[in-house]
């Protein structure tokens, strides 16, 4: 079973607008424990996968590790772990994505 995290302004942000349909929406991210493959696959950065689950008109994304993901089995994904960043409607998709695209590039060129 994979680990799911979610950033504790991205949580606030999901209570504050969404109320009452915050638990559907958590509970499709906790979700990803069982089922770590679910999700639309939108880049990689250095290893690391971009993904997003859509709730109506929004969509949450991801990230993970790509080498995990892809070579382990259900028994061995303990070790994944599966954080959501941000969260966008559909006008904003494109730009919510480049920014976590940007963000994941600078931290994998400094810690080189």
């Known amino acids: 079973m994979a680990k799911v995290s979610i950033a504790e302004g991205l ?3 999901i209570l504050k607008k ?3 349909e915050s638990k559907i929406i958590f509970r499709q991210m906790y979700s990803l424990e069982n089922n770590p ?3 639309k696959l939108l880049g990689s950065v250095g290893g690391i996968i971009i993904k997003e689950i859509k709730y109506n008109n929004f ?3 991801f990230i993970t590790d790509g080498h995990k993901l892809k070579i382990m089995d259900q028994s061995k994904l303990t070790e994944l772990l599966i954080t959501f960043v941000r969260r966008s409607d559909k006008k904003d998709q494109q730009a919510t994505i480049n920014e976590i695209k940007k963000i994941l ?3 994998v060129a400094s810690a080189f």
């Open 37 to 39: 493959h679910k999700g």
């Open 59 to 61: 969509r949450f994304y």
């Open 105 to 107: 590039i600078q931290f």
């Open 18 to 20: 969404f109320k009452e």
């Open 11 to 13: 949580k606030n942000d």
